[in-house]
């Protein structure tokens, strides 16, 4: 049994590597798996950026709209929202959708 192992020793050798090096190149920290893992979660990261920046935009135009030259329909449109307040002689109705307020 010994004998035949030293014969094959070069065998044995590379088998070993491979197995390790095919093992290492699909579940390691830097993988094949860990790869696509991390490009999905990549992906994900640039979709909530892209929501991020356009809310940013949106937060910055309403910003701008109540700094720079006050816009009274802008206002309007706020207190209408926030507070539910209308004019004399208007009737405010609430809709609910799908249970929610």
Request: charged content about 30%.
């Amino acid at each position: 049994m010994l004998d035949k192992i030293k014969k094959n020793y070069f065998i044995l050798i590379v088998t070993f590597l491979f197995i390790y090096f095919f093992f290492n190149l699909l579940g390691g920290d830097r993988g094949l798996i860990s790869y696509i893992k991390k490009k999905e979660i990549y992906e994900d990261l640039i979709t909530k950026q892209n929501d991020l920046r356009i809310k940013i935009q949106d937060l910055e135009h309403k910003n701008s709209l109540l700094t720079e030259n006050i816009d009274l329909d802008f206002i309007e449109i706020l207190i209408r929202d926030k507070f539910l307040f209308g004019k004399e002689g208007e009737t405010t109705y609430i809709i609910k959708q799908n249970g929610k307020n």
